[in-house]
């Protein structure tokens, strides 16, 4: 354990505040009920500590006279294990001060996410399951609890009939393209078939209440003529700031330099909104080749074209299409530091955000629409709207790194999923008046693979100086993250050879310096 109870309470004395992974209360009569709301909290996040037995801190953080430590710790046991459902990852123990003094320490790891929302029994799931805003523990809303629920089966509003829709409400030019696509990959089904058969043997049209023909969600969504005039509101809205925040404006007082509504089909929709973001980004263009002698020009945007598209296709392929969520939109915001896309809806399934990235890890929150893009080909590109499962992310990463660019940082929320590239300046090289090209620039071998965090706080020790303790680290270079990714962190800083600990592991003394040299 990197951070010792003396740790934290240090911590607090310099922020003179409780944060959202740490919460201290007196417990002076007994095993504090609000505890168990605390426990729910940290479970359907990112985790936290709770300390027992210190006064808050505008009291002083003083350790509470004749703690009972040990009735408090079997309390806390008893209570998590009993009065918490599901039963939460939890651990109680004991700690001592240095002038003697024990406090009852609770830490809590984030929940298993197909066993959130983590609640207190007696409230029940609706009224008694909590997540933690700042220093506070928020109960969460009914949508939210809905969206945690999603995660224990597969959601199908995707394939849900919209009734008002007839088959006259899909492009004929989506649906040839879809019905010729299954016919080559399956003739044995689909080859004497028509475009209704067809359409009727792979679900895309069916029966409604009224016995009546009917297209999915999905369908409508994927191929529809003008999805937005049944649900006007899924869309990909695109805006271009003047600044690296919300509410800047111009000289001139513009808000917005472009301001974009994309509607259509899913495929019409990421091609406009590519279409935006690629006439407002900074662009450089290269001559291959000398003088006369030049091959061609090629042009080098400011983020991957690559690395857009696929975010553009995994916002509005994997977004949340239940009801309560059907008047949010994709939201596109191209800032002068940063690009940002927002997904309604958090992450689908039992992956994470450290997760993502990595090979062969997905999670389909619309199962049948991701199989309908993967059969669907973009009519203005020939390429599938969507490529194999689990790639897109991957792809991201990839393109992002070789573009010099910092890995893309991911916010999950229950509401939605951000997505934020920064942009940095390449650096031009001309060789010899041979070949002028755009090198990316790279951090040597053994940091190409750290996250923007994990480079932060590289950066904040080299400038420091000196050796700090993993709170230190925590509170000044952590970006809000909890303190156990922190330490993880600053584990993976150490066996990269980076940083080296001062002290062993367990060492209250235990502190991080770069490595020299």
Known sequence: MDFTAVDLIDTLRKNRSESSALEVKAAEHGFPKSVLDTVSAFANGEGGTILLGVSDPASGLTPVPQFDAQAIHDAAVDSIRDKVK??????????????????????????????????????????????????????????????????????RYDEEIVPEASIDDLSPELVSNYVARLREEQPRVFAGLSEVEALKQARILR??????????????????????????????SVVVLPGTEMGKVTADSKRFLDNRTCKGPIPVMVKDAMAVLLRNMSKTSVM??????????????????????????????????????????????????????????????????????????????????????????????????AENRASGIPTVFRAVREAGLEPPVFVDQLRHVEVSIFNRTMTHVD???????????????????????????????????????????????????????????????????????????????????????
């Open 86 to 155: 599901p039963r939460p990852p939890a651990d109680v123990s004991i700690e001592t001060l240095p002038q003697g003094h024990q406090v009852v320490r609770i830490d809590v790891e984030p929940g298993d996410p197909v066993q959130k929302p983590y609640y207190v029994d007696a409230r029940g799931m609706y009224n008694g399951a909590y997540h933690r805003i700042g220093e506070a523990d928020v109960r969460l809303s009914n949508y939210e609890i809905d969206r945690l629920l999603e995660n224990r089966t597969q959601p």
């Open 431 to 517: 060789s010899g008046g041979e070949t002028q090209q755009i090198v990316p620039n790279h951090e040597p071998d053994s940091t190409e693979k750290l996250n923007v965090r994990q480079r932060n706080i590289l950066q904040g020790l080299r400038e420091h100086g000196d050796a700090v303790s993993a709170s230190y680290a925590h509170e000044h270079w952590g970006g809000g993250a909890s303190r156990t990714s922190v330490g993880n962190d600053l584990k993976l800083l150490v066996g990269l050879g980076l940083v080296e600990a001062t002290a062993p592991a367990r060492s209250k003394n235990r502190k991080y310096r770069v490595v020299s040299g």
């Open 288 to 385: 291959q080749g000398r003088g006369s002698s030049a091959i061609g020009r090629e042009d080098f945007y400011e983020y991957p074209t690559d690395a857009i598209r696929e975010l553009l296709v995994n916002a509005v392929m994997h977004r949340d299409y239940s009801p309560g969520a059907r008047g949010a939109q994709v939201q596109v915001e191209l800032y002068t530091d940063r690009l940002v896309v927002r997904s309604p809806g958090g992450i689908f399934g039992s992956v994470n955000i450290r997760d993502f990235g990595q090979p062969g890890v997905s999670s389909t929150r619309n199962a049948f629409l991701a199989g309908f893009l993967m059969d669907l080909s973009d009519p203005s590109t020939g390429r599938r709207v």
């Open 207 to 236: 029966q409604d209440k009224q016995g009546q023909e009917a297209p999915i969600l999905g369908a409508l969504l994927a191929m529809g003529t003008e999805p937005q005039a049944f649900f006007p509101q899924l869309m990909i």
